[in-house]
């Protein structure tokens, strides 16, 4: 059973939002064995519209289409959609009182304005999906024995109509087709090493077993494949992987770096702080964005200005004075004053010129010192990035992850 | 003149990464008014490509396609690509050297792997866009007039390559069509209610001239359009608009909030803090992630454990033993103490319980005092948020932002 995306919206094409649902909508399309194969995005046009549907049936059993079912008027879909189905629209009585209703709950109150009333309109004969979490309604259609879903595009009404309309009855159909993924996450290897370092295991994998490489800024995550029963388990090669690879290892299977590090520092009851300077709360937001980050997180200070480091994180002015606070001194003190501040078992500390202003001759844009205090030990290490501001932060970010994993590990086997 | 992006990578349709290299080509293209029509997103798979390809000739004159072209063995692109056009894959000297020439300048210095020789292969005949910062050439072809343009998925190596190779190139084929784009960015104001409040002006929008909304969690950015010259400027409208948004506009162009709020902050000589509990580095993330950050922002607390907040920020034990951690009391005093720890004139305060655990029945997840300390008066407000734990830390942040920049423009017409 294959599947396609369709996502309508100028915005997206201008590049003004980029488009996160899609994503989302495929890994909860794979979880139910669904292969998505196309994701297209498209203006909110009529002849756009039409056309992609048109060339989605061809290929794909499923269509999903986000977006253009706002209450402004910038939104030909309903229309559209009525005229490739050939089917009027027609006020839903049950989806106006709710819309009616949720304006009511409004503090303050507030009247359902007259432009809202058209989103209880849907194409005649469709299934509606009840959207309880916004006032646009989801739709099921069919056509040629396809299934076309229209769901409203804002992320959080999209999430609701998937989980509790969307899977319930994608459920039903789904095949019974093999697909099986495993994921290693490693960091601390570039792509072309590791593939080097596993190249006899790669081509010793059956027909029916894929390796993929899927490096991101710091780190490459490895996807193995399964389409078919082999006689040779795909956790056996997964197996082979990890202990191959060793302590580039961080997690055995699909999750963030952040992620990885909370669940390891949960289960050993470790604790982690975070004095940060150039990645200016980077560190701290990305590790808080996991649920339960609180078992391991209690303190993260952002210390932009020199006396925030002196005073917060106990930084010695004269440190300061001689070597600057881009300097591998500066990311010490920072390191082991927010340990000590927030009584955690490993700190990370990051100082830099992220750009793009700040460059000097001797520390141009790009210079960024990093630290990881630990149990035992203080490493650090000194990064010349030369690129844009945001990948500088990126970069500094996936590294002192990186160094903190290996001081982990490191001090883990002592 | 018409453009397509495709996006090649079967980690996209997994949702295993959300696609922002479409997002930023198709604002590169807009600036030079070039039209992106499509994105479409498929499999590294011969028949999938070739189709893409075929598809995307039909319909655009610029063809942009990013991915496949790694090291590694999960690429098939070019081959595909070499069969599309009819023409060999040939090495090329230069940019083998360059290849080799980078694992040469690596610390420690590494000689090249043989799996990257590959990646000195380019399409006889193609115009080789060199990539001064990785490994993979991009390629220039053209078929029938359309032109292809070959570019690393790598996000700092397609941006480079765009930027340095693709941008002047399309310069001079660029189309003399009339598009301009003006932004309003509001934020407090609902789209229903927005749309009602602006309506008449919208009416009177001449056929050429365009409105959209495009809204976002807590705030909603306006998009004119204009196609065709009209015999009254744009501008007028753009102008009349904001005059009747009043202090909901944060911006009359399109930024982000956080960097409207750094530039009016940088022009009225303001420092902002913030102390964090539940957006953890969220909101200090966000603002020093505008270059220039450094003018207003010295520090930032995420205060996650109280003896953190007790401790540097100087909220008594008293107020979280009476009251606890998430409460109006616990936030006013954070919000004062890093405002006086940074000796800033506003400062953000956030504490709730972004979920899914530790809700109680008093406090539910969702649960979300804010509160803003100002020159001269602190505002706060509950929220609740009833969604998963990055739904509920987005709606923080940008409920905080607009009831920091409501308390801004309020203390400034003062």
């Known amino acids: 059973?294959?599947?396609?995306?369709?996502?309508?919206?100028?915005?997206?094409?201008?590049?003004?939002?980029?488009?996160?649902?899609?994503?989302?909508?495929?890994?909860?399309?794979?979880?139910?064995?669904?292969?998505?194969?196309?994701?297209?995005?498209?203006?909110?046009?009529?002849?756009?519209?039409?056309?992609?549907?048109?060339?989605?049936?061809?290929?794909?059993?499923?269509?999903?289409?986000?977006?253009?079912?706002?209450?402004?008027?910038?939104?030909?879909?309903?229309?559209?959609?009525?005229?490739?189905?050939?089917?009027?629209?027609?006020?839903?009585?049950?989806?106006?009182?709710?819309?009616?209703?949720?304006?009511?709950?409004?503090?303050?109150?507030?009247?359902?304005?007259?432009?809202?009333?058209?989103?209880?309109?849907?194409?005649?004969?469709?299934?509606?999906?009840?959207?309880?979490?916004?006032?646009?309604?989801?739709?099921?259609?069919?056509?040629?024995?396809?299934?076309?879903?229209?769901?409203?595009?804002?992320?959080?009404?999209?999430?609701?109509?998937?989980?509790?309309?969307?899977?319930?009855?994608?459920?039903?159909?789904?095949?019974?087709?093999?697909?099986?993924?495993?994921?290693?996450?490693?960091?601390?290897?570039?792509?072309?090493?590791?593939?080097?370092?596993?190249?006899?295991?790669?081509?010793?994998?059956?027909?029916?077993?894929?390796?993929?490489?899927l490096p991101k800024v710091g780190m490459v995550r490895l996807r193995l494949t399964q389409t078919a029963p082999s006689p040779v388990t795909i956790d056996f090669y997964h197996q082979q992987l990890i202990e191959r690879l060793g302590t580039h290892v961080v997690a055995d299977k699909d999750i963030s770096v952040e992620q990885a590090i909370v669940e390891a520092f949960t289960k050993d009851k470790l604790k982690l702080a975070a004095a940060e300077s150039c990645t200016g709360g980077r560190i701290a937001s990305g590790i808080t964005a996991i649920a339960g980050a609180s078992a391991i997180f209690d303190c993260g200070i952002v210390a932009y200005h020199n006396r925030i480091k002196m005073q917060v994180l106990g930084v010695k002015a004269e440190t300061l004075d001689t070597v600057g606070a881009v300097s591998e001194e500066t990311v010490i003190e920072m390191a082991q004053g927010v340990k000590k501040l927030a009584h955690a078992d490993y700190a990370i500390a990051t100082s830099g010129i992220a750009g793009p202003g700040g460059g000097t001759p001797d520390k141009p844009v790009g210079t960024v010192w990093i630290a990881v205090a630990g149990k035992y030990e203080t490493v650090t290490r000194l990064f010349h990035f030369r690129n844009d501001r945001s990948i500088n932060i990126e970069r500094t970010v996936a590294n002192a992850y990186s160094m903190l994993w290996n001081l982990y590990v490191k001090e883990k086997e002592k």
């Open 1 to 213: 059973m294959n599947a396609e995306i369709i996502t309508i919206g100028d915005e997206i094409l201008l590049g003004q939002i980029v488009d996160t649902n899609s994503a989302w909508i495929g890994q909860q399309l794979n979880l139910l064995n669904i292969r998505t194969q196309q994701i297209t995005s498209i203006s909110d046009s009529e002849q756009a519209i039409t056309e992609a549907l048109h060339a989605a049936s061809l290929r794909a059993d499923i269509i999903i289409v986000t977006g253009g079912l706002g209450p402004t008027k910038d939104d030909v879909t309903k229309q559209t959609i009525s005229t490739f189905f050939g089917k009027p629209l027609v006020r839903d009585d049950k989806v106006l009182a709710h819309v009616k209703n949720l304006f009511n709950n409004l503090a303050p109150r507030r009247v359902l304005p007259e432009i809202n009333y058209a989103q209880a309109d849907v194409v005649e004969g469709c299934q509606v999906l009840f959207n309880d979490v916004g006032t646009a309604p989801g739709m099921l259609l069919t056509k040629n024995e396809k299934m076309f879903f229209f769901l409203p595009g804002v992320p959080f009404e999209m999430k609701f109509l998937i989980t509790h309309r969307v899977i319930p009855i994608l459920r039903e159909q789904r095949s019974d087709q093999h697909i099986e993924h495993r994921h290693i996450i490693t960091v601390g290897i570039g792509e072309s090493f590791l593939a080097e370092k596993i190249k006899d295991i790669e081509e010793s994998l059956p027909d029916s077993i894929k390796l993929a490489y």
